[in-house]
Nanobody
């Protein structure tokens, strides 16, 4: 069973908005933070945004700063990604992930322990 489940993906026009959601599925765990990554066809998985529950700090990739907003509910292990002013280059499969070990650097995908199955976000011009 996939421990995290994303929802909210779908086709969107350039300039539009989309909100992704991610929630724990079945398994009980405590996370120190959660993040969003994305992978475009033929490219490596890249960091998008992350949130650390203890201090409420948020982190963003430069490419999405000012357009995307991460938020969430730590006790519920739920995280959201509000994406505005979407561009065709944002087209990718978006994955949410949970850090169970208080990793110091949340932008590295190797520091996450649980992953969702991914949500497709095609952005058309």
């Amino acid at each position: 069973q996939v421990p995290l489940v994303e929802s909210g993906g779908g086709l969107v026009q350039a300039g539009g908005s989309l909100r992704l959601s991610c929630a724990a599925s079945g398994r009980t765990f405590s996370s120190y933070g959660m993040g969003w990554f994305r992978q475009a066809p033929g490219k490596e998985r890249e960091f998008v945004a992350a949130i650390r529950w203890s201090v409420g700090s948020t982190y963003y990739a430069d490419s999405v700063k000012g357009r995307f907003t991460i938020s969430g509910d730590g006790p519920r292990n739920a995280v959201y990604l509000q994406m505005n002013l979407l561009k065709p280059v944002d087209t990718a499969v978006y994955y949410c992930a949970a850090d169970l070990q208080a990793s110091s650097i949340l932008k590295f995908h190797t520091n996450y322990d649980l992953w969702g199955q991914g949500a497709q976000v095609p952005v058309v011009s």
